[in-house]
């Protein structure tokens, strides 16, 4: 009996170290699987060789070449193809730098400050002979990233020869009227422009061995360039500007100067009818349908679309309403909205801005212009216009802003000091000037610690606007985005050919 135990204790034992024996040798297994050398496809995926030792061992016998020898090829290959693919890496990494770099520029006009950017404007007008206004004596160092000037007529024309061949003559006496102010106003620029580059194209003669829609583009740059110094570009002038380039670039190079030429008359005129006057009225008849009978409507400065809606509202659909117009200085463009009303017979009241909280109580709704907007929902407006909506805000009165869709920009501005246009700080004192009762700074150079700063536009935040009364209908603020995706897709695909 105890010997037939032992025979048991020592076959159980012996198949205990089989089984220890087996376990080993699936681990080594395992271990010599995971030690494999690793191969790379030309497209980067990553494969396990899946040849065994015996496969190595016949392509060694069929190659002639022993293991270590196959094993450094492999590596030798791995390696260069490693080095292929960061090489393509680095390739594509400085293939879209070029491209980020180029949307992140910031445009000259924003960049005053810098002695570069200054130093390649000075070089671009002197190319193109373009008079040059001196910086201003005065600046204000918060807005030293935009351009201070002396903006006086007689420095614009000291150096000017009205007989030059770089700047038409038309367009000289359009820049002095901007900067005299006799044409102010969005649309009135816009329309002023247009009328002025017809001139321009029909003058025109294309040279030899050159094309018209290179050409013409090159030759309209000085005309631009000296409208600048005049008065910054508008936002509306900026969409007119661009629209008549597009249509030169797109003018088939078969095409005669004379087809050319009423090509480009018609589509100026076209842009005109369509995006001006069409749009006017149609926002007029939008507009008066907001207005009833008994209402106290509120407005500030002067909108000649604004009176084409009071008008209209007054004298065509007969209803009665009075209206309040607001004012500041320097420019007080309220009083020729106000003559203009009285000279229709239109109950009127004038007030300076100070008092809009003491009328507002009062008022049923606002009216007011817009010089842009803007693609974030901001209304870019007269300055001030941003304090009217602020009170007629805390009094629930409704803000309504009427403004063409050819007045918006992608531009996306949250302050009044990012962009803004700087006008003449002499303006401001010659509005207390004749006033002996008011005390006159007409002497404000004099004094080193004194800065003047006239403001031309203010950003107002589209949460205080109710709704924008467009010839598209009424929207709110945040609809510009999709009103440019709009109107950009019905531009390509009506310049594709």
Known sequence: METGKKVQSEGSEKTKQEIMAERKAKKAEKAAKKSQPIKTTEHGAVTILSESIQTNTVKADETGKSKADLKAERRQKQEAQRAAKAASVTEGKQSVA???QQGKRIPDQIQADRPSVEKRLVKRYVSQKVPQLPPAERKVQLFSHLQQQERTLELLTKDLAVNQSKIHPAVIKLGLQYASGIICGSNARAVALLEAFKRVISDYSTPEQKELSRDLEVSLKPCINFLKQCRPISVSMGNVIRFLKRHITNIPSESTDVQ???CLHEEIEKYIHENVEL???TICEEASKKISSGDVILTYGYSSLLLQILLKAFNEDNK???VIVLDSSPRSEGLQFLRRLVAFKIP???MLISGASYVMPEVNKVFLGAHALLANGNVMS?????????VAKAHNVPVLVCCET????????????VFNELGNPDDLVAAVKGKPSVHSIANWRELPKLSLLNLTYDVMPGDLVTAVITELGSVPCTSVPVVLRVKHAETVQLTSP
Do not use: E, I, N
């Open 348 to 350: 009127s009241v004038y």
């Open 279 to 281: 749009a006017g009225k």
């Open 98 to 100: 070029p491209k980020v």
């Open 260 to 262: 050319a030429k009423k």
């Open 382 to 390: 007269r300055v001030g216009s941003s304090q009217v909506a602020l």
């Open 406 to 417: 050819h007045k918006f920009c992608d531009r996306v501005q949250t302050d009044s000091f």
């Open 320 to 322: 009665k309403f009075r």
